[in-house]
């Protein structure tokens, strides 16, 4: 079955330490996409990519970095920079179609 | 900057009752979309929408493009509906990214 894998689903970390998210696909979808997800707040984009090698920053990109070296995977590095890195986060993907966006089943980090 | 706003911000209903969440937006739009969050977290795609409407079992989705507005139905409510459900606008121009309403918490008691 074609899908999203995003992993781990819950990740603790010391405060002032990266982590780095996972989101890998098999759908064969150009575009990949990070959201964040606060409490009683709208979905947030941290970081797209249309294509391998390339990616562009969203409406919230500060603290955070990825990387888009092969197609099928798109992670998400949180990096000591970001204030309040506590959040959801939920990996997309599109096919550039007239679909809509796939969504994984997300990673909740919470910093210690 | 295009606002999504969703009313109501939590729902509550009986069984068997008819269902309807709002959504208005500012800007114009490729595309709205409907999608559905279980409590794990996981979302899931329900309608996506650019004129007139659109009908997949008990849930029907309506937009009206020239007053920027768009409904989410849902007919003889069940529990197994409860969920939060999520109003979103993209744009094609700007790599299909997605703005997020902040959702409508709905809880469906039998």
């Known amino acids: 079955d074609g899908g999203i894998t995003q992993s781990p689903k819950y990740l603790f970390r010391k405060e002032g330490q990266n982590v780095t998210l996972s989101c890998e696909q098999n759908l064969n979808h150009d575009a990949m996409y990070w959201y964040r997800q606060d409490p009683g707040q709208g979905l947030r984009l941290i970081y797209y990519s249309q294509i391998v090698n390339d990616f562009q920053k969203g409406d919230i990109a500060e603290g955070y970095s990825v990387s888009r070296e092969k197609k099928e995977s798109f992670p998400l590095t949180v990096t000591s920079a970001q204030k309040n890195p506590t959040a959801f986060y939920l990996c997309?993907?599109?096919?550039?179609?007239?679909?809509?966006?796939?969504f994984g089943d997300g990673t909740r980090l919470s910093i210690l | 900057k295009n606002e999504v706003e969703q009313s109501p911000q939590n729902l509550t209903a009986q069984e068997g009752e008819f269902i309807t969440i709002n959504c208005s937006y500012s800007?114009?739009?490729?595309?709205l979309h409907w999608l559905q969050q279980h409590p794990g977290g996981g979302i899931v795609s329900l309608f996506m929408l650019s004129s007139g409407k659109k009908k997949h079992g008990r849930l029907i989705a309506t937009i009206n493009i020239q007053e920027k507005h768009s409904s989410l139905h849902i007919t003889a409510s069940h529990p197994r509906d409860s969920a939060v459900y999520i109003c979103?606008?993209?744009?094609?121009?700007?790599?299909?990214?997605?703005?997020f309403g902040a959702g409508t918490i709905l809880r469906v008691k039998s």
């Open positions: 997309a993907t599109w096919d550039r179609g007239r679909q809509p966006q796939h």
């Open positions: 979103a606008v993209s744009y094609m121009e700007y790599g299909n990214k997605l703005v």
């Open positions: 800007v114009g739009i490729s595309a």
